[in-house]
């Protein structure tokens, strides 16, 4: 496994995790990260982006100001930081990652991690 995303559960509406995205196999500080979720039937959408350096980083719309992407070069480490979660965050969560001073395509990224579940009750 290349990439691995982890830090999922199930949370009541309202709540926050935090998700971590590392890597055992290469550094990260050289790769755009990406954060993608796809929820059952739906398709894999992209949810927050980070330049290699931390300097840009992006959100879908549904998750501004909720939802928070930052990273640590040092513990090659990327989180998503998620706040007052709504039952329509629920989904797999994914990180993947792409080579370069580029930014985050849901079909261009160059690897992908396994994912883990989030759950947000009513």
């Known amino acids: 496994v290349q990439l691995q995303a982890s830090g999922g559960g199930l949370v009541q509406a309202g709540g926050s995790l935090r998700l971590s995205c590392a890597s055992s196999?290469?550094?990260?500080?050289?790769?755009?990260i990406g954060w993608f979720r796809q929820a059952p039937g739906k398709e894999r959408e992209g949810v927050s982006c980070?330049?290699?350096?931390?300097?840009?980083?992006g959100y879908t719309d549904s998750v501004k100001g909720r939802f928070t992407i930052s990273r640590d070069n040092a513990k090659n480490t990327v989180y998503l930081q998620m706040d007052s979660l709504k039952p329509e965050d629920t989904a797999v969560y994914y990180c993947a990652a792409k080579y370069g001073n580029t930014w985050c395509v849901t079909n261009g990224m160059d690897y992908w991690g396994k994912g883990t579940q989030v759950t947000v009750s009513s």
């Open positions: 980070i330049s290699s350096t931390g300097e840009h980083t």
């Open positions: 196999e290469f550094t990260l500080k050289y790769y755009v």
